[in-house]
């Protein structure tokens, strides 16, 4: 059924798959690739294999954590990215500091698949330089067998009652989105004393041994063997845990949460610009967007395959998809609108939340 196991948990580790059929020389005899950054456990990597074989381009395929991880490696200087898929503040920021190019949409005609819910969204509001990937929310996830009761609220991240049972999100946006809404407050609120309340929420749970830790990938294997009661994470990769863990539950706390999307870009200074465009254009395809929504568990922007998902699962699969694991993978309208997305911040106010989560000690 599916995936039987978490994929291996990599930081910025290069695949570098190997290319097999089709033409191998672009126009100056010299070998085609293009090198791909984006999250772990968040492609199928068959895709990879038919991509190369279709198009003779070789992909070098590389994964970082977080939005924020992302940004040092390019900020360092040290990545030879030519596609990258942030999520949409982080989108925002990239474009603010011009490191993002036009695409030459010509190139990329299953742009045209993609919902007009997921096109001219605040992050890229004339569609210059981006092709959306997935949409999610953030979540609560937790294991039916070791809570009391059902959680409903984001104040079971901050309960005492489940001392060092407890896994934040390793990265700033997330945790500190997270108590700002508990709170009451915007995601995107640029008051100090909102943000500096949140954080406090935060180091109060910390220090009072509410967190085993604050992780990312490392979420998978401790939610799945049972290893903590409790984590936030994102609704895709809950559908991965919960082929492993089937006591596992999601979801969306009565206070809201916040709604994503992650899309396609290239790297102002990328060097397989054409070969970046033919691999966005490929993944924008109705096939490989069907065979990617299945295989991660996140929601496809494509209009028609959202549509066709529940009969190709249970084509696939010989049974009905449940409606519960649909709405979890493709959260129904009422819940999105409790829900806000983030936005890009003012210089100064990320600026504060570096220096929070420095004094963090994250």
Known sequence: MKKTAALALIMAMCLALAGCGGSTGGSNGAKREVNVCSWGEYIDEDLIYQFEEETGIKVNYSTAESNEALYSLLSMGGADFDVVVPSD???????????????????IPNFSEVDSRFQNLPYDPENKYTVPYTWGTVGIIYNSTMVDAPITSWSAMFDPAYSNNVLMIRNSRDALGIALIYLGYSVNT??????????????DAKNNGVYQGFFMDETFLK?????????????????????????????????????????????????????AEAWINFMASNEASMANMDYIGYASPNTQVLEDYPAY???????????????????????????????????????????LWTELGI
């Open 89 to 107: 503040y982080m989108i925002s920021q990239l474009i603010e500091e011009d490191r993002l190019a036009e695409l030459n949409f010509d190139n």
């Open 223 to 275: 939610m799945e063997g049972g290893n903590a009661a409790i984590c936030a994470y994102y609704a895709g990769d809950y559908l991965t845990m919960l082929d492993n863990n089937p006591d596992l539950v999601f979801v969306v706390p009565k206070e809201g949460s916040n709604w994503f999307v992650d899309a396609m870009c290239v790297l102002k200074d990328a060097q397989h610009k054409e070969e």
């Open 313 to 355: 699962y249970e084509e696939t699969y010989g049974e009905p998809l449940d409606q519960g694991r649909y709405e979890v993978m493709a959260a129904p309208q009422e819940v999105l609108d409790n829900c806000e997305a983030y936005l890009v911040l003012p210089a100064e106010t990320r600026t504060l939340y570096n220096d």
């Open 190 to 203: 640029t008051n100090e004393a909102e943000i500096r309340e949140a954080f406090q929420l935060l180091s």
